[in-house]
């Protein structure tokens, strides 16, 4: 069993940055890959990003590519998105995932077993 808490959520303007973090408890934290998911009021939670627990393989939806960035210290047992350059479309609850690491990239809900509690992201003009 996984227990993740994300930390970190916060209300900032257009253009700026902010960075989610995702505290693990539990089993092994180094051995899962970790997925960070969002939703926005009225629509589906949409895959963000992933990281591989250990070649450090990582994918990101096309919405964020280039200004989000996913990151871990499994010393810590911490999982961090940081995300820069925010658009209000970034507004949204954002939740840590976790799944035993195999196979390819998870970039799907069904693909994790393990959920945070998810963390509010608020990008204002």
């Known amino acids: 069993q996984v227990q993740l808490v994300e930390t970190g959520g916060g209300s900032v303007q257009v253009g700026g940055s902010l960075k989610v973090s995702c505290v693990a408890s539990?089993?092994?934290?180094?051995?899962?890959?970790i997925g960070w998911f969002r939703q926005a009021p009225g629509k589906e939670r949409e895959f963000v990003a992933t990281?591989?627990?250990?070649?450090?393989?990582?994918t990101y939806a096309d919405s964020v590519k280039g200004r989000f960035t996913v990151s871990r210290d499994d010393a810590r047992n911490t999982a961090s998105l940081q995300m820069n350059s925010l658009k209000p479309e970034d507004t949204a609850v954002y939740s840590c995932?976790?799944?035993?690491?195999?196979?390819?990239?998870?970039?799907?809900?069904?693909?994790?077993?393990?959920w945070g509690q998810g963390t509010q992201v608020t990008v204002s003009s």
């Open positions: 995932a976790a799944r035993v690491g195999y196979g390819r990239l998870g970039v799907t809900e069904l693909d994790y077993r393990y």
């Open positions: 539990g089993r092994t934290f180094s051995t899962y890959d």
């Open positions: 990281l591989r627990w250990n070649i450090g393989t990582t």
